[in-house]
Structure formats: structure tokens, C-alpha cells
């Protein structure tokens, strides 16, 4: 069992920088692949990054790639986002995930575990 919660969501302006975290609970974080995923309203979610748990590899949604860093810290338990020259339409909600043995990382049915989210808005 996994516990996620995520931090660090809030409203900034366009160009602007966020740093989202996630902390997770019990002694296995570095066994689990870690993903962000984001949804705005209406819309389905829709994966943002992801970061594996043995060689902590990355991979990114086009959209964001060149401005978002994931990152982890085993030591710690936590998993982070930081967001770079961020546009409005990055405005969602931004869940972290954390699942084993997945095929597809970009698709949320692979994760087994999720945080509630926290909400990040850009601005003009």
C-alpha cells in the first residue's frame, strides 16, 4: 500500500515556475515507477512525466518537454515536478501516481496508486 499527497500547487503568472512535490508513505518508493499526470476541467487526464524506480529514467509528454523536470528523491520519499515557463494552458489539476510492472507509462490505467491532487492555475 502507497500514500500520496501532493503539495506545492498554487497560481502564478505565464512564464512563471512551480515546483510540485509528492510525498509518499512506507519503505518501497524506490520500487515503484512514479508518473505526474494533469486535468483540466472537462477534459480526460492526460500524462505529463515519468520517472522509473531502478535507473529513475525519464520520459515526457511533448507538451511539456524542455520545461518540465521530474525528479525524485529516493532518500526522501518524494517525488517532484518542477515547471518551467509555464503558459496558461498548463492550468489542471496535477495528480502524482506510482504503480510496478507497467507496459504503457503514459496511460493512468497502469498506475495503481494516486494522490488527490493539487491545483495549479497560470495566468496571462
Known amino acids: 500500500q502507497v500514500q500520496l499527497v501532493e503539495s506545492g500547487g498554487g497560481l502564478v503568472q505565464a512564464r512563471g515556475s512551480l515546483r510540485l512535490s509528492c510525498a509518499a508513505s512506507?519503505?518501497?518508493?524506490?520500487?515503484?515507477?512514479m508518473g505526474w499526470f494533469r486535468q483540466a476541467p472537462g477534459k480526460e487526464r492526460a500524462f505529463v512525466a515519468t520517472i522509473s524506480g531502478s535507473d529513475a529514467s525519464t520520459y515526457y509528454a511533448d507538451s511539456v518537454k524542455g520545461r518540465f523536470t521530474i525528479l525524485r528523491d529516493n532518500a526522501k520519499n518524494t517525488l517532484y515536478l518542477q515547471m518551467n515557463s509555464l503558459k496558461p494552458e498548463d492550468t489542471a489539476d496535477y495528480y502524482c501516481?506510482?504503480?510496478?510492472?507497467?507496459?504503457?507509462?503514459?496511460?493512468?490505467?497502469?498506475?495503481?496508486?494516486w494522490g488527490q491532487g493539487t491545483q495549479v492555475t497560470v495566468s496571462t
Open positions: 512506507g519503505r518501497t518508493f524506490s520500487t515503484y515507477r
Open positions: 501516481a506510482a504503480g510496478r510492472g507497467i507496459l504503457f507509462t503514459y496511460k493512468p490505467g497502469e498506475y495503481e496508486y
